[in-house]
């Protein structure tokens, strides 16, 4: 009985040794879709479209084991995560919009969207992930509903 316990104690410690991590940084940068109603000059398409780099909270999904655990990271900081597949999001998800979002195959379909589920990437961690540049773009309401009409842009 005693080497079985011992067994089981050496069994486990290995397990959890050999699970490979990796350091990795995640970019958070911002970006504008253009909602205007006048057509915008080059230098305002220049200006929303250039990632602007900001700091927030990132919040990772493990998506290869069952428990699809919640890891919060800050971007722009060195975070150290096991190799795999995680759903990325810039705000913590509700059980429906991660039930909804989890597969990721057709995120735009003709459902209305939220900014955080438009925003919704998957990330992969092998042992040549270093940085992982994430955008968050501000999506005009259009682009969210597609039963919403795009306004015409008038002529410059």
């Known amino acids: 009985m ?44 220049k200006e929303i479209s250039t990632p602007t780099p900001f700091n927030t909270k990132l919040y990772l999904y493990a998506l290869d084991n069952q428990r699809n655990m919640l890891m919060i990271v800050d971007s722009n900081k060195i975070t150290e995560l096991e190799y795999g597949n ?17 597969n990721l195959k057709d995120i735009f379909t003709n459902e209305i969207l939220t900014q955080e589920e438009a925003n919704i990437s998957l990330v992969t961690i092998t042992n040549n992930t270093k940085k992982i540049n994430v955008n968050y773009n501000y999506y005009c309401s259009w682009e969210l509903n597609p039963m919403e009409e795009i306004p015409p842009i008038p002529n410059k």
């Open 86 to 102: 995680y759903l990325l999001s810039f705000s913590e998800l509700s059980q429906e919009q991660f039930e909804k979002n989890k």
């Open 2 to 45: 005693g080497r079985f316990i011992l067994l089981t104690i050496i069994l486990n410690f290995v397990s959890f040794v050999v699970i490979a991590q990796q350091k990795v940084e995640f970019i958070s940068t911002y970006t504008s879709s253009y909602c205007n109603g006048c057509a915008p000059s080059d230098k305002e398409i």
